[in-house]
């Protein structure tokens, strides 16, 4: 391992130098990516890798992306490139999606978690791009946080979640998308949606009519990102799916069933999105994806504002769907999924428990 350094260090060319050879030793390295943090070591390095799973207590049946710094290094392996992942490739690389295709023997099976099959993708991040360049090799990176908890899209999240069980963590600034990418699984002249994510499925049905894989439950899920549990708060979250119109109606039904069976108020947090005429005196804490109703600005800071509202001491937080479209999709995806967790009031049109 390289001369011992401090653990958070601005992206500059010197410290992403020292990244690099951090990664070369087998060491782990977290790095911004557009869409969110990524947890980075040698894909071709199988001790390094392991070193992943144990650093998030990530299941080891749960694989990872491997990320190169072009569309050809990527395809390098694959055992199987279809021309479609050839043509998506084109135009969504370097960018949010990742392909799920058949992979060669040099990848570790513990990288793909003994699946016939690697997800790769091509960071277009300015900082992942140099790492990638300077190692010459492919990073295996899941999202950079505690297994089952929000994805982190600033260096002090990942710090929060990991600092004690990195070597490096690179910062440069919040992720620009700040969900993680679309995940599809390629075969032949199909594609199947695992994970819906920074490229939109309206951008992607222009070249591909992509299929969804029914939600059944396996014991061990295809793509993690289907497991019901996932990027949640350790604060009950509740999912509204109608919108934004029940919300408070739910919340102030939480506060009744709590007044009714004798506790004390919940101090309530509220996740919005867009213009609102609620009443605000309901929660302890309220707070707008993006009040002028742009998904892009609510991707970018949906998951601090899931983490400062984890933070605040709160009983309950309430959320409300976005419009399901575009990158929309993707947040309603995360939020539902961060509903997983708690006991659901008794009544109100409340997803899940
Ligand atoms: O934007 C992103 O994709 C970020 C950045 C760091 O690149 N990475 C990320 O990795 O979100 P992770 O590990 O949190 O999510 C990867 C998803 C998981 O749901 C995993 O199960 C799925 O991709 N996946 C990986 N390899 C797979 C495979 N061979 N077959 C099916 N799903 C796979
Ligand atoms: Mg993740």
């Known amino acids: 391992m390289p001369e011992q350094r401090k ?12 990244a690099v050879d951090v990664l070369r030793a087998g060491g782990l390295v977290a790095f911004p990516t557009e869409t969110v943090y990524g947890l980075g070591a040698d894909a071709l390095d199988a001790a390094a890798v392991l070193k992943i799973f144990e650093a998030k207590h990530r299941p080891t049946f749960d694989p990872l992306i491997l990320h190169a710094e072009s569309a050809a290094r990527a395809f390098e392996v694959c ?13 969504f690389w370097p960018g949010p999606l990742t392909l799920v295709l058949p992979k060669t023997s040099n990848v570790p099976d513990v990288a793909t978690s003994g699946l016939p099959t690697v997800a790769v993708r091509v960071p277009s991040h300015p900082v992942a791009q140099a790492l990638l360049q300077g190692l010459g090799r492919p990073i295996a990176a ?18 929060d979640d990991l600092g004690q069980r990195v070597d490096v963590v690179l910062d440069d600034g919040p992720c620009p998308i700040g969900v993680e990418s679309t995940v599809l699984r390629i075969e032949g ?20 009519a992509v299929e969804t894989v029914a939600s059944v439950r396996p014991a061990a899920p295809e793509s993690p990102g289907q497991l019901d549990a996932h990027y949640a708060p350790w604060t009950p979250l509740y999912f509204y799916e109608e919108g934004a119109s029940g919300l408070d109606a739910a919340a102030a039904s939480i506060v009744r069933e ?22 605000e005196e309901l929660y302890d804490a309220v707070e707008n994806l993006s009040a002028s109703g742009d998904l892009r600005e609510a991707a970018t800071r949906l998951f601090e504002v899931v983490r400062k509202l984890d933070k605040m001491n709160l009983d309950v937080l309430v959320a409300a769907a976005v419009p399901e479209e575009g990158i929309g999709s993707a947040i309603n995806d995360r939020l539902r999924r961060a509903s997983r967790r708690g006991a ?9 428990a």
């Open 142 to 159: 899941p999202s950079a946080n505690v297994f089952g908890y929000t994805s982190p899209t600033t260096a002090r999240a990942v710090m």
């Open 344 to 352: 659901p009031p008794s009544e109100g049109p409340i997803v899940p």
């Open 7 to 18: 653990v958070l260090l601005s992206a500059t060319d010197e410290n992403v130098r020292y």
């Open 79 to 91: 055992s199987e490139v279809p021309d479609l992942a050839r043509t998506l490739a084109e135009r």
């Open 258 to 279: 709590a007044r009714a069976s004798g506790r004390a108020r919940p101090r309530l947090g509220a996740i919005f999105f867009g213009r609102r005429s609620g009443s």
């Open 189 to 208: 002249k199909r594609a199947f949606l695992l994970r819906p994510g920074g490229v939109t499925l309206e951008e992607l049905g222009r070249y591909v």
